[in-house]
């Protein structure tokens, strides 16, 4: 690897348009008749009368039909896979608390490939072989933990995979290890910043940080610009998603002027989340995405739920790949706190378990102090108790069973009955008053 | 011993006890005693009224979040310190209040709380002879 070099892979990064769709074209037809390998999407080729060879032009993506979290939920745990079991040699899972979980089965070529990505987004941001990459992400299952470990090492970083949390030891590291670059959820960073403030730690002076990679939660502008003023880095957006192997799909450049998807690896579309049909450049839809090189378990045309738009298809930078902007929301009522991906009905199930409880909840998520917090109001039942002792206790139990299953610890504030808003038809349950979105 | 004693959930919040006031006005209940206690979140709105059954019936009809508890009701001389005597025969047991609040009836002092362990309480103050307001009583009185 040339360290000067701007890119690390230029025969991919700096194609053409003309050459992005040339290759995306072969890839795609390559995957579709790979698919046929797929118990599912052989079934769901042979329903509509679909065949590999119908795809003549990249417009023709159209014709397949999409696959949703549900499709993978349903032929749950292997029944998407285009290749044996037996050529698998990792499989990722979502924790499937809101029904079957979601696998991911990988091989290694798939795990190189995915390495490969990572690596190219850490070196667009100008990470080197020199770098000390501490990833303070959380590892198992959570791809940003192994995706960014093999990625950084692919790279040929010394990686430290600190993992989530202890905080103090985080900052011991970057400090004794010369950690130069870190990769950690916005809020954590800012969390962080706390403890060194504390600590009498100050970044500039005391570290040699300059990169940060921020992901896997929503984030504004703002919020981006006061991290790095507060750290004395540049802080980059990373796009990742489980279905399609983790981070590495989509990352900013140093122009920081919206997320590179990158299209040897993927067709982009934003579609019209009712219509299902294209929406222009420029304007809000859903991302859904065509895997175009995985080999165990290609995707077509997945509908991600993420709601964003596409910014261009050139760049200062010199990558024409497509330039995409940050979420903006989901299409489902998905929540993302803190790198959680939670369901109302989730907390809902849980409200359900409490007989002194009514089925009537609110659930509030609010920035404060640049860290985002999920409030769950629900309404007593009838009062079971004049005893604030007994009422504290449940409001401690029913966070309890909330954190069990969210993972992440709510405010839970007990309110009388009939004094949520009840909405026509449709209740409200969630109310985002987080910056990101305003 | 004891009488009843409405309890209501209410919020922290500007005008939610006048909703339970007009409730009870619209249903012409009396109030005799009433106290508030609250958290920074929420408070129970505490209260001894005229026909307490009655009254646990509109509040649930209205949609509040309520209970009808039963609280001990002590009748007292009015003269310094009778409650300090009263309440001395918990203590020494090892019995303790959960709340209390107190008001004036007839000339008597009427001291209403609630124990952790009110079998025991009932059974110390039988034997220590303490006086008790009867609901009939209360009814009399108003």
Redesign the interface.
């Known amino acids: 690897m040339d360290n000067s070099s701007k890119y690390l892979h230029p025969e991919f990064e700096t194609l053409s348009r003309e050459g992005i769709e040339k290759l995306q074209l072969e890839r795609l037809q390559a995957t579709v008749r790979h698919c046929m390998n797929s118990p599912f999407y052989k079934k769901r080729f042979e329903e509509i009368g679909l065949k590999p060879e119908d795809i003549k032009t990249l417009d023709d993506v159209r014709k397949i039909p999409f696959t949703t979290k549900q499709d993978l939920r349903d032929t749950y745990p292997f029944g998407i896979a285009s290749v044996p079991l037996r050529d698998c040699v990792r499989l990722h899972s979502s924790s499937g608390t809101t029904g079957n979980p979601t696998v991911i089965l990988h091989t290694q070529k798939d795990l190189d490939a995915w390495a490969d990505a990572v690596a190219r987004c850490l070196w667009m941001v100008g990470l080197r072989p020199e770098d000390v990459f501490q990833n303070s992400s959380g590892y198992g299952m959570f791809t940003g933990g192994l995706g960014f470990q093999y990625g950084a090492e692919r790279l040929g970083m010394l990686t430290v995979p600190a993992a989530a949390g202890n905080t103090l030891r985080q900052i011991k590291f970057i400090k004794d290890f010369g950690t130069t670059a870190v990769h950690a959820i916005p809020s954590y960073v800012t969390h962080m910043h706390d403890v060194m403030v504390e600590q009498g730690v100050e970044p500039r002076r005391d570290t040699k940080l300059r990169t940060l990679i921020i992901g896997a939660e929503p984030h504004s502008e703002e919020q981006r610009r006061r991290i790095e003023e507060m750290m004395g880095v540049k802080a980059y957006n990373s796009f990742g998603m489980s279905e399609m192997c983790g981070p590495g799909v989509g990352f900013e450049c140093q122009e920081q002027n919206g997320l590179h998807f990158w299209e040897d690896y993927y067709i982009v579309e934003i579609v019209d989340p009712q219509t299902l049909e294209p929406v222009p450049d420029g304007e809000v839809g859903e991302l859904v995405l065509t895997t175009l090189n995985r080999e165990a378990m290609p995707l077509l045309r997945y509908r991600t739920r993420d709601l964003t738009r596409i910014l261009g298809r050139t760049c200062p930078c010199g990558r024409n790949h497509v330039r995409i902007d940050r979420m903006r929301g989901r299409s489902d009522d998905m929540i993302v706190l803190r790198g959680v991906n939670i369901f109302p009905i989730q907390i809902e199930k849980i409200l359900m378990q409490f007989p002194e409880l009514s089925s009537n909840y609110l659930i509030t998520l609010s920035t404060d102090r640049d860290n985002d917090n999920m409030t769950v109001e629900v309404e007593i039942a009838d009062l079971f108790t004049d005893d604030f002792a007994r009422l504290q206790e449940l409001n401690v139990k029913v966070t309890a069973a909330l954190k069990a299953e969210i993972l992440l610890k709510p405010r839970v504030k007990l309110v009388p009955k009939g004094s949520l808003p009840v909405s026509e038809g449709k209740a409200v349950r969630v109310v985002d008053n987080r910056k990101v979105y305003q | 011993m004891t009488i009843h004693?409405i309890?209501?959930?209410?919020?922290n919040q500007t005008g939610?006890v006048i909703t339970v006031l007009n409730v009870l006005k619209e249903a012409g209940i009396q109030i005799i005693a009433s106290t508030i206690?609250d958290?920074q979140?929420?408070g129970?709105y505490?209260i001894i009224c005229s026909e307490p059954s009655r009254a646990l019936n509109v509040l649930?009809q209205a949609?509040?979040?309520?209970?009808m508890?039963d609280v001990f009701a002590v009748e007292l001389d009015n003269r310094p310190g009778c409650a300090a005597e009263a309440l001395k025969v918990l203590a020494d047991a090892g019995v303790s209040l959960?709340y209390l609040y107190s008001f004036l009836l007839g000339g008597k002092g009427i001291l209403i709380f609630?124990t952790n362990d009110t079998e025991k309480a009932r059974e110390l103050m039988c034997l220590n002879r303490l006086s008790f307001l009867s609901e009939d009583k209360l009814n009399q009185l108003n």
């Open positions: 004693q309890s209501v959930f209410v919020q939610s206690a958290t979140e929420y129970i505490r649930k949609g509040l979040s309520v209970q508890m959960n609630r």
